[in-house]
């Protein structure tokens, strides 16, 4: 029997940063449009199944932005925090996007709420991609006067990915 060679792999594990916007639907002033929520899950879809180990990070900005929550009377820190949640609403949404199209995903945070997903663990988060699951990092830094793109950078390092 002939072995079936895999393609090599340009990158092994990747972390790939999506801004809140990408799932916003202006026309129809929906936060987390359906459509366009399930074009990017089956897009990272496709990658998973080449083999790449998938980590996101998402942001928030289609929900709530700290700086904009500033410039309408919203402390600043208040604001972030309210930021970083909608980053977890989002990484949820995306999950249950992925997991819908038979892919294993999980949501880690950064800020811990064990209800509703596991605290971001740097060995566990490794486990995740050695086991084939696609993991959402929720939550950004877990910091205030910080971005998600800040978190995308952080967790690209954290685990180890050879591109972001
Ligand atoms: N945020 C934060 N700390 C972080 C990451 C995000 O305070 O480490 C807050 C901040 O208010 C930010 C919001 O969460 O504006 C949403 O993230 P971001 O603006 O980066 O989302 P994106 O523009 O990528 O959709």
Do not use: W
């Not at 604001?79 to 977890?88: E, H, R, V």
């Amino acid at each position: 029997m002939k072995a079936v060679r895999k393609p090599k792999l340009k990158y092994r594990r990747i972390l790939l940063k999506l801004s809140g916007e990408v799932l916003k639907n202006r026309e129809k002033g929906d936060c987390i449009d359906a459509e366009r929520l399930a074009f990017m899950a089956e897009r990272v879809k496709k990658i998973h199944k080449l083999g790449v180990e998938v980590g996101i990070v998402l942001g928030g900005g289609n929900i709530f932005r700290g700086l904009s929550g500033a410039k309408n009377g919203v402390n600043r820190v208040v604001g972030d925090s309210m930021g970083m949640l909608a980053t977890i609403i989002n990484a949820l949404a995306m999950m249950n996007a992925l997991e819908s199209i038979g892919v294993p995903t999980r949501v880690m945070t950064a800020i811990e709420m064990p209800k509703l997903a596991e605290p971001f663990i740097q060995r566990r988060a490794l486990r995740h991609f050695e086991k084939g699951r696609v993991v959402i990092f929720g939550g950004g830094t877990g910091n205030p006067f910080f971005s998600t793109d800040s978190a995308a950078a952080l967790k690209a390092s954290e685990i180890g990915a050879d591109a972001l």
